[in-house]
């Protein structure tokens, strides 16, 4: 069985340094897959951050690929899903509409994690508006793991998006996905074809969650 890329697809002013994709990266590597992990430090354009993501696709054609997709990351993950056939994603609390969530935050930006400073402009949210895809064409090709308590994001856009995928749906937590960790068997589980979900415990509600 060919082995499977796992690819990290992080989010709006996020990064490599990530917590999650630092979890996701330790645990990899524990189990002798760290040469098969991968996460790109992606554009805040997001023509470009397509491009980067859809290089490393197209670059093993014949391999399975995993998408780990995190808020816009799981928005990438899923136009990705659904132009190449050997993709599948794992998505983290993800973004549905990110052209409409980031019409409030036009102007000046800093990446929380590499403080690079750049302007978002409305021609940002029309690249992402071009990357809106459709009804998904093979629902089975996603699992979704979403928290209730995702301060950011209405969880319940992700909810009817999705609807015909595997859910994770856990009471509480944040929109950074609270205790991640607990997920990482679920997704080897996912890269190797198996549906492995643990019983989605409550957890506290973020202090800026509403």
Wanted: charged share 20%.
């Amino acid at each position: 069985m060919t082995q499977t890329l796992f690819i990290y697809v992080h989010g709006f002013n996020s990064s490599p340094a990530s917590v999650k994709a630092r979890l996701l990266g330790d645990w990899l590597a524990g189990r002798g897959l760290a040469d098969q992990y991968r996460v790109p430090a992606l554009s805040h354009w997001p023509a470009e951050a397509m491009a980067q993501l859809a290089a490393l696709v197209e670059a093993e054609p014949r391999r399975p690929v995993l998408l780990i997709g995190s808020s816009l990351g799981g928005f990438y993950s899923t136009a990705l899903v659904e132009r190449f056939a050997n993709c599948r994603a794992v998505l983290v609390n993800p973004a549905v509409a990110p052209d409409e969530l980031l019409e409030d935050w036009l102007g000046d930006n800093e990446n929380l994690y590499t403080h690079e400073h750049y302007e978002l402009t409305r021609e940002h949210l029309e690249q992402l508006r071009a990357l809106r895809c459709g009804d998904l064409g093979a629902p089975g090709r996603y699992l979704l793991l979403q928290q209730t308590g995702d301060e950011t994001l209405d969880y319940r856009e992700a909810l009817s998006r999705y609807r015909d995928c595997p859910q994770f749906v856990q009471p509480g937590g944040s929109h950074g996905f609270d205790r991640f960790e607990a997920l990482l068997p679920a997704i080897l589980a996912f890269a190797e074809g198996r549906l492995e979900l643990p019983e989605p415990v409550a957890l506290p509600f973020s202090q800026l969650s509403h």
